[in-house]
């Protein structure tokens, strides 16, 4: 009797064990991300090499086909130009295993003004932005077009998008170009909510947005990216701030929140560019392909 009662609870001991390590505190998991693919049917520009950008997406997402990824990210500027680009990139886009996500890109609304309104949907969104929760993490999907010269769409937005332009003129500031844009209020507040819900639920935050909002070079960021540092400050929850669209890359680091900015497939005659990103419980593992470095990047 004393036997199988020592058996069983030697049983129990070891399910609770297989219990706690197959349930970690932080589940560890991978993720695929490319930026800047930017299709165009045209010839190349500068180093912008847009007809290669088909043949590297397919070998990126074969690669990546061969990994169990939650999901694979698309940075924005998914083309360069013309509706029709799309139709050749996204049914390469279609065939990875994972789930996949885009980011809206200046470049995406680089097509006739008739047209924009249908871009969303050609690039399988809903929303211009949105949230994934997965794993303890939220990671956060900006629109940084929302105030912008290409993608404003409403006349609203559009009256919105000239006040921020109007304030921020004539004050010499290097990222005010026109292929940039900006937040609006509302999406600003949407964000905030999302910052105060991801604390309560004790949840990790990673921002993803086609422009960046902090580098060793600024002039790519978004008009009004110093609000948005405010709000960032203000959360602890959030770890790292994702972009694209500054196809050279950056990075840097400020109070702990990683800015890597993910360089562009479409540059370069003979190499492409793109990455998996491994969460761990104290790190995010950056595993880059052809131009893309590989690096670890400590979470606060
Ligand atoms: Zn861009």
Redesign the pocket.
Known sequence: MIRTLFLLMHLFFLASCFQNKTVPEFPEFEIGVVA?CQYCNCAPGGIRNYKQSPKRLREAVDTLNTYSLDYTIHL??FIDRDFESFDKVAPIWSTLKSDRFHVL???DFSVADSLKPLVLEKMELKDRYYSIPRNTWRFIILDGNDLSLHGALSESKRQQTDSLFNLLSGKNLPHLES?NGGLSKDQLNWLENQLKSATLNGERVGLFC?FPALGISNSHNLWNYQQLLGLIQKYDCVKFYFS??NHAGDYIEKDGVHYLTFKGMVDTQDSTSFARVAFKKDSIFITGYGREPSRRLKIK
Do not use: E, R, V
């Open positions: 800047d924005g500027d890109g200046n470049h292929w086609h694209g669209h």
